[in-house]
């Protein structure tokens, strides 16, 4: 079996023990198993395709690079959503993007807000004059 950890800067979204994993960078589909050679690829944006036990697991990932090394996979990714499907994991991810675009949003907001009152203080005090 080989043992896949999945990570975002959010942390370990996932880890299970596997037969195969499959992954598509620029040099097409590829697959692991058991005993790989050492490798360290970058992932396209996509997914990688876990089999185990006649089961398929599907790992939507946007910008990431895998690691192999002693019968473990390290996938390191931006972003990362785990599904029984390609579609559900991709539906997921969109989700988890969509709120993490909002959030984003609204600091850029609150840090516009912040910068702007900041002037203002700036101006009241004439802190211009000592500069």
Do not use: C, W
């Not at 990688?48 to 599907?58: A, D, G, I, P, S």
């Not at 931006?78 to 994991?89: F, K, L, M, S, Y």
């Amino acid at each position: 079996m080989i043992k896949i950890n999945v990570v975002t800067p959010l942390g370990i979204l996932f880890q299970e023990e596997v037969e195969m994993v499959i992954f598509r960078n620029n040099e097409g589909e590829q697959a692991i198993l058991q005993n790989h050679i050492p490798i360290v690829v970058t992932l396209n944006p996509g997914y990688v395709r876990l089999q185990r036990n006649n089961e398929t697991l599907y790992v939507t990932v946007v910008g990431g690079f895998l690691e192999f090394s002693n019968n473990v996979v390290n996938v390191i990714a931006q972003e990362a959503e785990v599904g029984r499907d390609h579609e559900n994991a991709l539906k997921h991810l969109a989700e988890l993007r969509k709120r993490r675009f909002e959030e984003n949003k609204k600091r850029n907001i609150d840090f516009t807000r912040a910068e702007r009152e900041i002037r203002e203080e700036l101006k009241k005090i004439k802190a211009s004059k000592y500069l």
